[in-house]
């Protein structure tokens, strides 16, 4: 039997995973994660093993190389529970790159400059082919920001952006001034929590700083403005975020 061949020119090969189904629709997401274990192999390995039911589509080492796991086509199980702007199935709609790294609980080393590298030429490869949009182009986080932390706020996503992968604004300064946290109540909450379902994330407009929206504001921290990740609504957030989304909406066909 002949050797299927990636469907990216940047994958080296394919090292197929058994862990995939029909997709629901076509894709339109592209979702970054971390693989969050010391070894690449062994990370490699995992995903590939029916035991685990977890995959993803494409695999990134730390010296650049490529393989893809699953086909495009496909349902790989990446994403896991989560949602963005209003859809839950999000393995149906996204294609999944894992980048070998041991993330936070690792110590969160920096992304190698040839990994970094490779992953914006997949990224660019797969956007233009699956004509997928700057801004769903998403963390793991972004999309299940109660339960993952990946890939980081170490990932350079301004990078990214420069390269023409992803949405992104200049992080407005951090400066003293007024701030909402847990806790907090009324309608300034109930805004805030407003602009990040407009912009995607899964959060309830309840006017209740609660620990969803924490985790909410500590995901668009770790994607948006890494320079401080506390899940502290402070004004830099609120500018960043509002920012974001009127750059998405000038950007709009």
Known sequence: MAQPRPESPLAAKVFPSPNHGERKGAPDMLILH????????EALQWLCNPVSEVSAHYFVFEDGRVLQLVPEGRRAWHAGVGSWLGENDVNSRSIGIEIANPGHVGGMPPYPDAQIEAVIALCRDICERWRIPPARVLAHSDIAPARKNDPGEAFPWERLHREGVGHW??????????????????????????????????????????????????????????????????????????????SRQASAP
């Open 169 to 246: 604004v200049a992080p407005a300064p951090i400066a003293d001034g007024r701030y909402f946290a847990r806790g907090d109540e009324g309608q300034p909450i109930e805004a805030l929590q407003a602009m990040l379902a407009m912009y995607g994330y899964g959060v309830a407009i309840t006017g209740v700083f609660d620990e969803t929206t924490e985790a909410v504001i500590r995901a668009f921290q770790r994607h948006f403005r890494p320079t401080r990740v506390d899940g502290v609504a402070d004004a830099s957030t609120i500018t960043t975020l509002r920012d974001l989304i009127a």
């Open 34 to 41: 971390y693989t969050g274990m010391p070894d690449s192999g």
